[in-house]
């Protein structure tokens, strides 16, 4: 019990729950592009089930955050996944999917928050899970069960705020894509299969990041484009 009345304790809770409003807004864009295609009365589901799908998810992946991010290639690997989602969530759906039942559309959608939230993790982990061993190794994970817990209301809440943006600036899709594109290059830079030939400098992070968003921006564009009939 005196655990709980320590500086380090309550340090360590604090700072748990800003790194997570402070990622929120990430996960918050990620959800509204996935969702953003339901039925207005499947949107909030949509956003429920796929937050409450990835906070379980991330506890794992922090369990196992100090080995995971050190494994060769899952950075590179996670990062051409997360371009690929970012492309995909540009382009519109095909019209077949509108004969799909409301619910398969409903679950796509809570599969595609799942997964993007699962690569995006591969950074953001690392950062609760150290910021969790200031409290004492018996109160680590309870304290990152926490920390998210306090996130959830704010990410379901962030999520349908920009749902309403996308329905009346279609420009915020295309930015959600090119931020999904971002964090795949940046994520990509520091996987350590690359760190011996690339340069671990801002410059090389950033420029990364800002080619990584002009890529899904330019792909998804262009893809979007055929798909309404343009050559290209």
Known sequence: MEDFLTTHFWLA????????????GDNAVVIALACRQLPAGQRLKGIVWGTAGAIVLRIVLIAFALTLLQVPYLKLMGGALLLWIGI?????HEEAHATLESSDRLWTAVKTVIL???VMSLDNVIAIAGAAT???????MPLVIFG???????IVGGSQMVLKLMDRFPLIVSLGGMLLGWIALTMAH??????????QTSVWHYG???LGAL????LGTSLKRRSQGYPF
């Open 208 to 210: 990364l990041g800002l």
């Open 215 to 218: 890529f899904v921006l330019l």
């Open 13 to 24: 809770v604090g700072q748990i729950v800003l790194i997570d409003i402070l990622l929120g």
């Open 148 to 154: 998210l817990m306090v996130s959830i209301p704010l």
């Open 190 to 199: 520091g996987d350590p299969a690359v760190r011996d030939w690339l340069p």
């Open 134 to 140: 200031g409290a004492g190794e018996q109160h680590q």
């Open 116 to 118: 993007a939230d699962l």
């Open 88 to 92: 995909k969530l540009l382009v519109p």
